[in-house]
């Protein structure tokens, strides 16, 4: 028998550690043999015990090689030249990509076939044999990187009380059955590489910044830490009605946690760009990437229904109490802004999702027109209404603008101090008696 290398053919002299290399790369890619006791050149060295070379290599590949690839390989003892050869025939791998297990899941620990060598696999080889073998969901494909600590996580279970060992990884998905972490485990980990970043402007548009930072570290962890800092910017004002103080936070806790939340939650991972939060004068606007997935309309959204794109991680933070259900975040959203004159928008792309809140104490001053989608339709309804009241009658109270709108009475009377500084009203009297008219009548 002739023995030459090729792309399926490796030649070795004795069963030395670079054996195991060769058959990580076949089993990575179309399969091949290695033959022991044969040189580089062809010529037969042979070898004197064939069974415990063969376990020899069997031992080393079951000890040195991630996941098993013990089941891809077969052993056969051949003569020649009256001398003996163990050829070690690797079949195609069904969970690639292999790997040394004292390398890693890296260029130095996965080996694939290229001419008649075995070379390190590039980055891009590597994710796309995961993705090959794993499928397309970003959180159940193996992570690259396998050096993942959790002190962030473990800090959060720990405060609900909930064990977080290996036991709970595997059932939450952060680690696969093979012991090798998920993507979903990169996020949750300490060395996540995805952030959220966030921008405070001056004004209503972005020509001045007043602050930005950047937040990394666990998806947790960045969840904390974002929501502290809105909050810092969540200023309180206060109004009065009669002798009581009311006062009314820029945005609702509720609605500003439940966007964090989706903008989490829902975005692609695929992408490797940042999360956005831009905090205005008179809004806040939540920007991941991911739109809406195929079938879904915004309008399905505002119904409840839910379709999530990251289904374990959803499962971690339902576990951590973060989120109830599916489906209930958007009507948190909108139920929070039931009695503002502005309400939230939602815009979507193929390839993002926006979330608006509007600044509840925000009023747009006199001749501004309100943004499209944020409640102008409403107001201008109402403005209406009560316009067409004031023509058949001298004055209006706000008690009759309650009627009129279905609104509180605190929301009836912002409806009407924004309406005076918008030049429709004027205000006449004051406490109890306090009416509005029209101007110049």
Do not use: W
């Amino acid at each position: 028998m002739e023995f030459r290398e090729t792309e399926t053919v490796e030649l070795k002299s004795v069963a030395q550690e670079g054996v195991v290399k060769e058959l990580v790369a076949f089993v990575n890619c179309n399969g091949g043999t290695v033959y022991i006791g044969v040189a580089d050149d062809g010529t037969v060295l042979g070898v004197e015990d064939p069974d415990a070379c063969a376990l020899q290599v069997s031992n080393a590949a079951r000890d040195s090689v991630k996941p098993d690839i013990t089941m891809f390989l077969h052993y056969e003892t051949l003569e020649c030249d009256g001398k003996f050869v163990v050829a070690v025939m690797a079949q195609r791998g069904t969970n690639r990509p292999y790997y040394l297990a004292k390398k890693g899941l890296r260029p130095e620990g996965v080996f694939v076939r290229q001419g008649y060598s075995s070379v390190p696999a590039t980055d891009a080889a590597i994710r796309k044999m995961i993705k090959e073998t794993d499928g397309d969901r970003f959180e159940d494909t193996r992570s690259v990187d396998q050096a993942l600590s959790f002190r962030a996580a473990e800090k959060e279970f720990e405060l609900r009380k909930i064990a977080f060992g290996q036991p709970q990884m595997l059932t939450l998905r952060l680690m696969s059955r093979d012991g090798l972490f998920t993507n979903l485990g990169l996020l949750l980990s300490d060395q996540c590489p995805f952030s959220l970043k966030v921008a405070v402007f001056e004004g209503k548009d972005q020509s001045v910044f007043k602050d930005r930072r950047e937040f990394t570290g666990s998806l947790l962890e960045q969840l904390n830490d974002v929501y502290d800092y809105i909050d810092l910017q969540n200023r309180t004002r206060a109004t009065f009605e009669k002798l009581l103080r009311i006062d009314t936070r820029d945005y609702p806790e509720v609605a500003v946690r439940e966007a964090l939340l989706n903008s989490l939650v829902h975005r692609d991972y695929g992408y490797s760009a940042s999360t956005l939060i831009s905090i205005y004068d008179d809004r806040i606007e939540f920007v991941s990437l991911g739109g809406l997935l195929p079938g879904l309309e915004l309008e399905d959204l505002m119904m409840g229904v839910s379709v999530c794109r990251n289904p374990n991680l959803a499962n971690v933070f339902y576990r951590l109490q973060l989120i109830e259900a599916y489906g209930t975040g958007m009507k948190k959203i909108m139920g929070a802004y039931a009695d503002a004159l502005r309400k939230p928008t939602i815009e979507a792309t193929s390839n993002a999702f926006k979330i608006v809140l509007p600044n509840r104490n925000c009023v747009p001053q006199s001749g501004e027109k309100a943004k499209e989608g944020e409640g102008s339709e409403a107001l201008s309804q109402n403005e209406k209404a009560i316009l067409k009241r004031l023509k058949e009658s001298e004055a209006i109270t706000r008690k009759e603008v309650q009627e009129i709108s279905g609104f509180s009475q605190a929301q009836a009377g912002r409806l009407l101090r924004a309406m005076a500084e918008k030049g429709l009203v004027v205000s006449c009297g004051g406490g109890r008696s306090t009416r509005y008219e029209m101007p110049n009548r």
